[in-house]
């Protein structure tokens, strides 16, 4: 198993560019979720999905937007780059949410110029 | 202030030492409660799960405090490899809501 793994691992985006954060899982977990992680912030929880057609907002959802069209696949999309999205991004799985063990993906680092 | 509180450090002791975090969650109804580790650039890692009861596994010991709202993490006879940050994780069933604290980072010293 490959468990969870995200695309690119690093990426430079000029302010305004779009973009979109790869995040797969190979564990048949209903539950999916990304978040960002700051200095001094904590993981914050951007959006989540608890099955294939299911999404929600978390924490920090402003700026981005994402689907759920496979239980594999929860891709990111930023719309309109802004440095303050500079940042480093997970996506984690489980099997469902809130008691069970969270599987990160190892993260994508983000800046925006 | 923040739903999940630890203290950030970071904490520096030498190899062999015995060393304890405490992280403090505001919210009465949390559920939940786990350790997660990071590494520098790595991605967090379930480290153990706290329960009512407390729990040990080999070094570490988790306890939990739920008059004081207060979940604790002790590792004893450290190692160079517990180098990392570690990260208090609540739950919250009735919202939904996971939270993480920000970190206490731990360096051990030969």
């Known amino acids: 198993n490959a468990g969870v793994t995200q695309t690119p691992k690093f990426q430079v985006l000029k302010t305004g560019q779009s973009m979109t954060l790869q995040c797969a899982q190979d564990m048949n977990h209903e539950y999916m979720s990304w978040y960002r992680q700051d200095p001094g912030m904590g993981l914050r929880l951007i959006h989540y999905?608890?099955?294939?057609?299911?999404?929600d907002q978390g924490e920090v959802p402003n700026g981005y937007n994402v689907s759920r069209s496979t239980t594999e696949d929860f891709p990111l999309r930023l719309l309109s780059a802004a440095p303050s999205q500079t940042s480093v991004y997970f996506c984690?799985?489980?099997?469902?949410?809130?008691?069970?063990?969270?599987?990160f993906g190892p993260g994508t680092r983000l800046l925006v110029l | 202030r923040k739903e999940v509180e630890q203290d950030p450090g970071p904490f520096n002791v030498p190899e062999g030492a015995t060393v304890a975090f405490n992280c403090t969650y505001s919210?009465?109804?949390?559920?939940?409660f786990f350790w997660y580790r990071q590494d520098c650039r790595k991605e967090p890692k379930l480290l153990m799960s706290v329960y009512s009861s407390g729990n040990e596994d080999g070094r570490f010991t988790a306890q939990l405090n739920r008059a004081s709202q207060y979940i604790s993490l002790l590792i004893r006879d450290s190692k160079l490899s517990d180098s990392a940050t570690y990260l208090c994780?609540?739950?919250?069933?009735?919202?939904?809501?996971?939270?993480f604290g920000s970190g206490t980072r731990l360096s051990i010293r030969p």
């Open positions: 999905s608890v099955g294939a057609g299911i999404t």
């Open positions: 984690a799985s489980s099997v469902s949410q809130g008691r069970e063990t969270q599987y």
């Open positions: 994780v609540v739950w919250r069933s009735s919202a939904s809501k996971i939270i």
């Open positions: 919210n009465s109804a949390s559920q939940s």
